[in-house]
């Protein structure tokens, strides 16, 4: 499908004008309405754009032409666009008079997976990742975070006589590899422009549309990659006395490991270990020289975090010492933080979003996934983070019911629903940011 061009542009939602009286409280019952007219006229653009990016999708730090699909709708909004900010990362501006700068973000990036929807815009691209090949899909819902983007932007511009200050939107790269946000904060992001004063970002995930849910503080977990090789000696299978088994190793570790989490760590705090990967050997009878395991360590607290980390490492040291081996190779590396929701920018965006959702709007408990928009308020920007659903209510409580859950994130039948998730992600996302200037506005 041909991506449409340059013309998306203002147009219904130039009628939203004058809804928003100077200093007074948030109409949020007629602005909803509004937004969704506006949303209805435009829908058509929005999901030719949105299946567009969903059939072409790019893996990280190779977004260059979704970035540029991005770059010219924000450009037709009348943004000034810098591109290639962190690699291949987008920052559009729109200034509109003196106040607070709000940021909202997307991310550009998809997954090294094969897309089983059989949807008729399903991806069939596929791409190089490590050396290899392979199909690539947004099964995160990268794509509907972007055609969201672009129709908040839209929005919020058709509404420039409500609101005084500057939209910040950008687009960022490698967020499934949680680089993406650092790389754009290196490159500059917050001294080439200006530092925003609030920061807003949404997930789509597999709960029913028309859902908003969010949380004060910890919204998501910190994430630490594992990699551990142990070093072994190796040599005939039939003459284990005469080798070290690193495969002998890495099976001890794997299952002792877990004890860090049963015996070790507060029962009552949240804290994972996965292996996700072991790598050793190539036939049955030769024991291999090494044997490498990697996987995945999840944490809400620093605390915590530390007390497995240097669990992890003891359990990793010990099994090689039992199997006098030489010492593993141990990389423990930081992937990023957990995203924490400034309570005070959780309270301006709650009171317009409990207006708009209702009982839709629900505080849930924390994500146990990760993600790198938390870069963000770790270099000093207040910022909260919500999530939107994807799937019509009456199937996902039927498939509930029936013990088989709908698709979630990175499963290769993740598919949302276009029309009504974007819709849900528009409207949420452009209350969030008119609250946050309105309370401005009014100097609280
Ligand atoms: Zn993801
Ligand atoms: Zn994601």
Known sequence: MQHFAKTYLVSAALCLATLLPAHAELDVARLKAAIETS???????????????????????????????????????????????????LVAIYNNGDGPTIMVRTELDALPMEEKTGL????????SWNGRETFVAHSCGHDIHMANWVGTAKTLVGLKDQWRGTLMFIAQPAEETVEGARAMLADGLFTRFKKPDFAFALHAGGVPYGNVNYRVGVGS???????????????????PQRTI????????????????????????????????????????????????????IRSFKPEVRAKMLAGIERTAKAVAAMSDAPA??????????AVINDPSVVAIAEKALKAAF??????????????????????????????????EPERWTAANNSGTPLAGNHSPL???????????????????????????????
């Not at 893996?59 to 770059?71: G, R, S």
């Not at 008729?120 to 791409?127: G, I, L, M, P, Q």
Request: no cysteine; hydrophobic share 40%; glycine share 10%.
């Open 245 to 296: 088994d690193p495969v002998m190793m890495a099976a001890r570790f794997i299952v002792d490991v877990q004890s860090v989490i049963s015996r070790e760590k507060d029962p009552t705090e949240f804290g994972i270990v996965t292996i996700g990967a072991v790598h050793s050997g190539t036939a049955g009878n030769i024991i291999p020289d090494d044997a490498r395991v990697v996987g995945t």
């Open 358 to 391: 209702g009982d839709r709007l629900r505080l849930t408990p924390a994500n146990t996934t990760s993600e790198d928009f938390s870069e963000f308020a770790v270099a000093g920007v207040p910022s909260m983070m919500f999530n939107i659903g994807v799937y």
């Open 120 to 127: 008729d815009y399903a991806s069939r691209d596929k791409t």
């Open 328 to 337: 593993p190779e141990i990389n423990l590396g930081e992937g990023t933080k």
């Open 221 to 239: 977990s910190n994430v630490d990659g594992l990699y551990i090789k142990f070093n072994g000696r190796g040599g005939h299978g039939a003459m």
């Open 39 to 89: 949303f209805e006229a435009d829908y058509p653009k929005l999901d030719a754009l949105y299946k567009d990016i969903h059939a072409h999708p790019e893996l990280a730090f190779q977004e260059v032409k979704t970035a540029a699909k991005l770059a010219t709708e924000m450009r037709a909004l009348g943004f000034e666009v810098t591109e290639k900010v962190g690699k291949t990362g």
């Open 414 to 444: 993740f598919a949302p629903v276009p029309k009504p998730t974007i819709l849900t992600g528009v409207t949420a996302m452009t209350l969030a940011v008119l609250s946050a200037f309105d309370q401005h506005a009014r100097g609280k």
